[in-house]
């Protein structure tokens, strides 16, 4: 294998994250788009749990947790020193955008599936953990200070998630916040990795993906 192969869906947010990493840190690598209605067989037989992304390297070591596909690209290269400061508070935004945040998200996103609450309920619980960004993008750049880290990327896919839910409610409660969203949404790095592949077909060559983001000197 002479690239590693990342199976993704265009539209999920755990695969961005892995598809920004890799494009950032200038990872070379075979993409196999899939559609979460129709998962193929290898992509079970690599990760059982059948979900995106998962990354097979070439020595056949197989990553299928997204932070650890992001993890693992800037340990190749992390060249705007993405996660080399403030790690601890990083890994702390990082777990509770995964634990509560994505937990209130998905019931506020799909809240007819969910009889537990209300949709004010969910768009609440959405908004008191918005709030703590706000107030923290109210005194720094970004979440982790003036620059950008590898927090911001983890969590931005959810947040552009969570905003496009109620994009009218969500500027006019966190105008900080949707400022520091629009940053990301048209960044070249964002507009590079949301391009459109054609899905996957077993015994197909996937698409080659090689550099093809300039990176800030």
């Known amino acids: 294998m002479k690239y590693p192969i990342l199976y993704s869906f265009r539209r ?9 990493a890799l494009a950032y840190s200038g990872i070379d690598y075979e993409h196999r788009e899939i559609l979460l209605k129709n998962r193929p067989d290898e992509l079970y037989a690599l990760s059982p749990k059948g979900t995106v992304p998962v990354l097979q390297l070439n020595d056949g070591t197989v990553i299928d947790e997204s932070i650890d596909v992001m993890k693992w690209a800037l340990a190749q290269s992390d060249p705007e020193y993405w996660y080399t400061e403030n790690i601890e508070v990083q890994n702390s935004l990082i777990d509770q955008n995964d634990g509560d945040y994505k937990k209130w998200l998905d019931k506020y996103k799909y809240h007819v599936r969910f009889k537990d609450g209300s949709y004010e309920e969910y768009q609440n619980a ?22 950008v880290t590898l927090a911001d990327m983890a969590l931005f896919p959810f947040i552009r998630q969570g905003a496009h839910v109620d994009l009218v409610w969500f500027n006019a409660q966190f105008p900080i916040l949707s400022t520091w969203l629009k ?15 054609a899905v996957w077909k077993t015994g197909e060559n996937g698409i080659l993906i090689q550099e093809c983001y300039t990176r800030n000197e």
């Open 126 to 147: 959405v908004g008191e953990i918005l709030k703590a960004y706000e107030s923290i993008l109210s005194k720094s750049s970004y979440l982790c200070g003036d620059k």
């Open 183 to 197: 940053i990301f949404k048209e960044s070249e790095l964002f507009m590079t990795i949301m391009k459109k592949y």
């Open 12 to 20: 999920c947010p755990y695969a961005m994250r892995a598809r920004l």
